[in-house]
């Protein structure tokens, strides 16, 4: 099990940045692949985006494609989600999230084990 926690979150313009970190405590933090959700009011939480272990493959959702970038630090046990050219769309709380085992692209909530608090986004329009 790790424990995470994010950060980050916070109110910005529609066109701006935010970059959230997620802070893992726990077991070896680079064998566990990361995962970002987000969850708006009245909606399921979705896939946002995912990144290996190695941090080598990240797959993305569509609607952040070219506007998010999720990386990692190994030795910092930290995953960081940099978001530019945000959308009021993109108001949400997002989630970090860890999974254990498995490979490949995993995009359902049920894929992960472990979960942050989350931080909420405000994009103003």
């Known amino acids: 099990q790790v424990q995470l926690v994010e950060s980050g979150g916070g109110l910005v313009q529609a066109g701006g940045s935010l970059r959230l970190s997620c802070a893992a405590f726990?077991?070896?933090?680079?064998?566990?692949?990361m995962g970002w959700f987000r969850q708006a009011p009245g909606k399921e939480r979705g896939f946002v985006a995912q990144i290996s272990g190695s941090g080598l493959i990240t797959y993305y959702a569509d609607s952040v494609k070219g506007r998010f970038t999720i990386s990692r630090d190994n030795a910092k046990n930290t995953v960081y989600l940099q978001m530019i050219s945000l959308k009021p769309e993109d108001t949400a709380v997002y989630y970090c999230?860890?999974?254990?085992?498995?490979?490949?692209?995993?995009?359902?909530?049920?894929?992960?084990?472990?979960w942050g608090q989350g931080t909420q986004v405000t994009v103003a329009s």
């Open positions: 999230a860890a999974r254990s085992t498995g490979r490949g692209r995993a995009t359902r909530v049920e894929n992960y084990d472990d």
């Open positions: 726990g077991r070896t933090f680079s064998s566990y692949s």
